[in-house]
């Protein structure tokens, strides 16, 4: 009994600690040496670790950012793979840094949950994929059709409203991760997966044969896709939110990790205050002033971001869409770094 | 030897109250309460404080709130509009399902699977003994998944389902039966049926009652069957068979009408009572292994057959070792059930501490009432069983 007690207290006086005075993120993140960044579990194009454990994808390439602009080196990153469901779960609970894992913006998860979303790093919007045999051209010649998806996403509530609003009926089959949607798709279970159209592309290179299914045309939701930090640190909020904004203006201004050095040299004044040379805009957030070359240097600007990880070279084949510069008829528009 | 220890017990003459056993041991029981609900109560306002600092939303308000998901199997109604209460309860009775049906498929397999393993037929008891050293070894996940892929591709689509008389259907999108259509008159026939099943019963009880005074019972068998048959049948006809059937059909995508059991629900019903079998099997044979040999001797000395002798002397002696195993697995396979979430059957993690947690974010309070429900599931099971323990429990005379 004597033991049990002092147990209970210890572990009293530990959970009131602990919830108390909290040293500021980017403290915390320096003195640890590295950034934990919440990623999927395997996304091709988002985040998917290679047979050697090595961790590649536009998500994942966000949070080497960040350690880039931090640590000047991009390798300062330890990866959470999280389920859609336990994401927010995992960085309220300050067990990861970011949480970079192709999470939609919504009103909801801004507002209630104690979070931030810090831009947005893909626009994407939910789809339906479907076996080519079953001679579908239009998700309006949907109706009665089962429905794959993944539990602890924004495609759940989607598919209810697209549905009821085109009065059809469905049924949902909600597994708890991707995987296994694609498994039970693959196996038949359904006839429809559906989820963002960039994971759609993603989930297509699981598939037994990938050539027998296409992506309907129609578009049902917006999914502006994006990191997300915890309230209360907002230096941090800061960091992240202009890592982003850092890349989407190198690209505007041709600034890419090929051609930085001769950049560096530019006498245009955009290039020289997002590379550091002039004002002291890095300081201003807790980094070095360069933080801007650094992210260039080892990350690249957001095209080339995009290019490695989903762009048309690669399996996914997405072309920039609604992704291109706000300039180049997209909707990815970098805040002036002045 | 009975004066020593009350004169131990009671209070010594001439020792203060703080020395008495009794005082201190209630005054520590009180202290150890009181810190118990102290620190509790701590932790709740801690967090609460937490949550508010960090804007993260509280309390229960959320169950008003629409749901907007669907649900694949609903045993009430439930549509996109419904709220996350109803989402609850829907939940809550996938999992009771389950819990029900895969309870009594696992007892049933078990005794056969246990019996069998000391059957004298080596063929019967190599088979009991293989398949409980293969389910019992094999994660429950593992066999889960198992039933749910190897079944699902094994399984035709629905346009090329395997049909039955072209009313029942088999296919990866579940079976697919007739669904009753009750007509006016369905009342008198479902009292009918309900008077049927009492009176059967009851005159099984009466006969069996009987048969222990005289050795003479009714031939419970026949008679039943003509009551249980009979009347309802009677019942129908008078109405003019209100009942009928609604026979599914093939449109589009997916079978229209009809009722139709997912392949979620059967791969996980199918995959948890077998594998709670295996154990059940186990307690079982160690059940009847603890009845004596000299029991099954004198009941074939008294003239009882082998069959007899099982059914009225071993069984009801081995129940007694039987029964408290038997409960922890019935709670094994309850808990169980929340491997659901892994094929997609909506069990209440799936749909509550799943689909409910993520759009409202609420991980706390949610957590905190699928634990509850678990527990009281487990408690109520253990009630049931621990009074049922009680009956056959040796009665010392």
């Known amino acids: 009994m004597k033991r049990l007690l002092s147990t209970l207290a210890l572990a009293g006086v530990f959970g009131l600690s602990a919830a108390g005075a909290q040293a500021a993120k980017l403290d915390q993140v320096k003195s640890k040496g590295f950034i934990q960044c919440g990623v999927s579990q395997g996304l091709p194009g988002f985040s998917t670790p290679d047979d050697k454990g090595n961790w590649t994808g536009l998500d994942v ?4 950012a960040v350690a880039a602009a931090i640590f000047d080196d991009p390798t300062k990153v330890k990866f ?16 990861i840094d970011i949480l970079s894992r192709n999470t939609t913006w919504t009103i909801t998860r801004d507002t209630s949950l104690g979070l931030n979303f810090t831009g947005v790093t893909y626009y994407d919007g939910q789809g339906f994929m479907i076996r080519k045999d079953k001679k579908v051209n239009s998700a309006l010649e949907l109706s009665g059709a089962s429905v794959c998806t993944q539990t602890g996403t924004t495609t759940e509530q989607n598919l209810a409203d697209y549905f009821r609003a085109n009065n059809m009926t469905y049924e949902v089959i909600a597994f708890a991760t991707n995987d296994e949607v694609v498994k039970a798709y693959d196996a038949g279970r359904c006839d429809v997966l559906t989820t963002d159209r960039s994971g759609l592309a993603g989930e297509r290179l699981k598939l037994t044969n990938p050539d027998d299914h296409i992506v309907l045309p129609e578009v049902i939701s917006k999914e502006p896709l994006g990191p997300v930090v915890s309230h209360g640190d907002d230096q941090w909020f800061d960091i992240v939110k202009w890592v982003l904004f850092a890349q989407l203006n190198a690209e505007e201004l041709g600034v890419s990790s090929k051609n930085l050095d001769e950049q560096a040299k530019s006498a245009n004044p955009e290039i020289k205050r997002l590379l550091g040379s002039e004002g002291k805009f890095g300081e201003g957030m807790g980094l070095t002033n360069d933080w801007g070359y650094r992210i260039i240097k080892h990350v690249g600007n957001y095209a080339e971001m995009y290019d490695r990880n989903v762009g048309p070279d690669t399996p996914l084949k997405l072309a920039r869409g609604t992704n291109a510069l706000w300039n180049k008829g ?9 | 030897m009975a004066e020593l220890v009350e004169s131990a017990r009671g209070k010594p003459p001439g020792t203060s109250f703080v020395n008495d056993p009794k005082v201190r041991s209630i005054v520590l029981q009180l202290l150890a309460l009181i810190v118990v609900v102290v620190l509790g109560w701590m932790f709740v306002d801690n967090a609460r404080e937490n949550l508010a600092a960090q804007k993260i939303a509280t309390g229960f308000g959320f169950l008003d709130n629409t749901a907007g998901f669907g649900i694949s199997q609903t045993l009430v109604p439930y549509t996109e509009t419904s709220t996350y209460g109803r989402a609850f309860i829907v939940g809550l009775l996938n999992t009771l399902l389950v819990a029900v ?31 409980v050293e293969v389910l019992r070894n094999l994660p429950p996940l593992f066999q889960i998944l198992f039933w749910y892929l190897a079944v699902l591709s094994a399984l035709p689509s629905p346009r090329q389902s395997i049909s039955l008389f072209g009313e029942f259907f088999l296919s990866n999108r579940g079976i697919i039966v007739p669904r009753p259509l009750f007509g006016e008159g369905t009342a008198l026939v479902l009292w009918t049926t309900g008077f049927a099943i009492l009176a059967t019963v009851l005159l099984s009880s009466w006969s069996s009652a009987r048969r222990e005074e005289t050795g003479r019972g009714l031939p419970m068998g026949r008679i039943g069957a003509v009551i249980l048959i009979g009347l309802p049948l009677a019942a129908m006809a008078s109405t003019g068979f209100p009942i009928t059937f609604e026979s599914p059909e093939l449109k589009g995508f997916n079978f229209v009408g009809g009722v139709r059991v997912i392949p979620e629900f059967v791969a996980l019903t199918l995959a948890l009572s077998t594998y709670t079998a295996a154990f059940i099997a186990e307690n079982v044979r160690s059940g009847i292994q603890s009845v004596s040999h000299g029991q099954t001797e004198a009941a074939h000395s008294l003239g009882l057959r082998s069959g007899q002798t099982l059914r009225l002397v071993v069984i009801p002696q081995a129940m007694r070792v039987i029964i408290p195993p038997l409960t922890s697995q019935y709670l094994n396979l309850t808990k169980n059930s929340s491997l659901a979430v892994g094929i997609g059957y909506p069990d209440l993690v799936a749909v509550f501490a799943g689909t409910t947690l993520n759009q409202t974010g609420q991980a706390i309070e949610i957590i905190a009432v699928t ?9 109520i099971t253990s009630v049931i069983m621990n009074a049922y323990n009680r009956r056959v429990a040796l009665v010392e005379r």
């Open chain 2, 101 to 131: 049906v895969g309870i009594i498929l696992a007892t049933v397999i078990g005794f056969l699977v246990g019996v069998g393993r000391l059957s004298k037929n080596f063929v019967v008891r190599t088979l009991s003994a293989t398949y």
């Open chain 1, 61 to 64: 390439d966000f949070c080497r």
């Open chain 1, 330 to 338: 997209g909707l990815q528009y970098g805040m002036p770094i002045r």
């Open chain 2, 371 to 379: 634990m509850g429900v678990y527990l009281v599931l487990s408690i």
């Open chain 1, 80 to 95: 959470t793979p999280l389920s859609a469901k336990d994401r927010f779960t995992a960085l309220q609970s300050g067990d």
